[in-house]
T-cell receptor
Framework: EPEVTQTPSHQVTQMGQEVILRCVPI?????FYWYRQILGQKVEFLVS????????KSEIFDDQFSVERPDGSNFTLKIRSTKLEDSAMYFC?????????????FGEGSRLTVL | DAKTTQPPSMDCAEGRAANLPCNHS???????VYWYRQIHSQGPQYIIH???NNETNEMASLIITEDRKSSTLILPHATLRDTAVYYC?????????FGKGTRLHILP
């Protein structure tokens, strides 16, 4: 069964460092997402991406964050100058069809720990 | 914010049907009801979705009331592996917004 894969599974970084989290969505999917989950809290939407541009972003997704799909397969989330409160699980998801009738497939997540 | 209300937790005996309720009284006519679950800290897993009619797949059944203001997810024969947080979501546009969900405990 096709799946969304994420790397690294766990990354530890120092506050102020830049981090790139990588995702390989399912190959024929067109819509891509990043979510995060701070330990013990709910899963929060960060950003959706379609046709090589951001389609929607939440208040969390400020100038510290950026996304891109550099090579047509990987979908990356970059966090510049990480803060302690960026420590969380980051989930990538993808979907093949448009809008509200499709299924989002989630990866297993990347755990980011900022020291 | 999520447009749904769910009980924070429920218990169900192993082998019995687990019935998870959800209220979505402000749902609009073209908005779908989705159910996902999250086992421990794994990525959320899709279960089922529907608009008006009841739906069934290999994992669960979804019963939506005629006025669409509430729904019930049914796991017909719960096992210990079904212990998870279950999220009822009214989908708006192309993103999924998670609420706090229901933590389902399956009791041996």
């Amino acid at each position: 069964e096709p799946e969304v894969t994420q790397t690294p599974s766990h990354q530890v970084t120092q506050m102020g460092q830049e981090v790139i989290l990588r995702c390989v969505p399912i190959s024929n999917h067109l819509y891509f997402y990043w979510y995060r989950q701070i330990l013990g809290q709910k899963v929060e939407f960060l950003v959706s991406f379609y046709n090589n541009e951001i389609s929607e972003k939440s208040e969390i997704f400020d100038d510290q964050f950026s996304v891109e799909r550099p090579d047509g397969s990987n979908f990356t989330l970059k966090i510049r100058s990480t803060k302690l409160e960026d420590s969380a699980m980051y989930f990538c998801a993808s979907q093949d069809t448009f809008a509200n009738t499709g299924e989002l497939f989630f990866g297993e997540g990347s755990r980011l720990t900022v020291l | 914010d999520a447009k749904t209300t769910q009980p924070p937790s429920m218990d169900c005996a192993e082998g019995r049907a687990a019935n998870l309720p959800c209220n979505h009284s402000t749902i609009s006519g073209n908005e779908y009801v989705y159910w996902y679950r999250q086992i421990h800290s794994q990525g959320p897993q899709y279960i089922i979705h529907g608009l008006k009619n009841n739906e069934t797949n290999e994992m669960a059944s979804l019963i939506i009331t005629e006025d669409r203001k509430s729904s019930t997810l049914i796991l017909p024969h719960a096992t210990l592996r079904d212990t998870a947080v279950y999220y009822c979501i009214v989908r708006v546009g192309d993103k999924i917004i998670f609420g706090k969900g229901t933590r389902l405990h399956i009791l041996p």
